[in-house]
């Protein structure tokens, strides 16, 4: 059974930072795309891609809103997709999901087969 577990986030100033993980069991992480999604609160906000690591490791994708902030890595002798999200902003602030597919992806239209429960990242002074 495929499961993604998502842990770190939390309550964080403007300008600090956090590191997301995201432990995979059931599957082999390297040979999946792997990455984040996040879910801003209040009507209207869609579920939006913030980064993800092609299955071949030669497509890394970010965001705009991120760019130069946010880092992905993964460790797969521990199963483990990263997100380092430094200079956090306010609009920073949403539920961060894991997701993974088996599946090459090399654009921003990228939507997974399997999600994890999501972690809170609460961005405010």
């Known amino acids: 059974q495929v499961q993604l577990v998502e842990s770190g986030g939390g309550l964080v100033q403007p300008g600090g930072s956090l590191r997301l993980s995201c432990a995979a069991s059931g599957f082999t992480l390297d040979y999946y795309t792997v990455g984040w999604f996040r879910q801003a609160p209040g009507p209207g906000k869609e579920r939006e891609v913030v980064?993800?690591?092609?299955?071949?490791?030669?497509?890394?994708y970010y965001a705009d809103s991120v760019k130069g902030r946010f880092t992905i890595s993964r460790d797969n002798a521990k199963n483990t997709v990263y997100l380092q999200m430094n200079s956090l902003k306010f609009e920073d602030t949403a539920v961060y999901y894991c997701?993974?597919?088996?599946?090459?992806?090399?654009?921003?239209?990228?939507?997974?087969?399997?999600w994890g429960q999501g972690t809170q990242v609460t961005v405010s002074s």
């Open positions: 997701a993974a597919d088996p599946r090459e992806a090399y654009s921003s239209n990228w939507w997974p087969r399997h």
């Open positions: 980064s993800y690591i092609n299955r071949n490791d030669d497509y890394t």
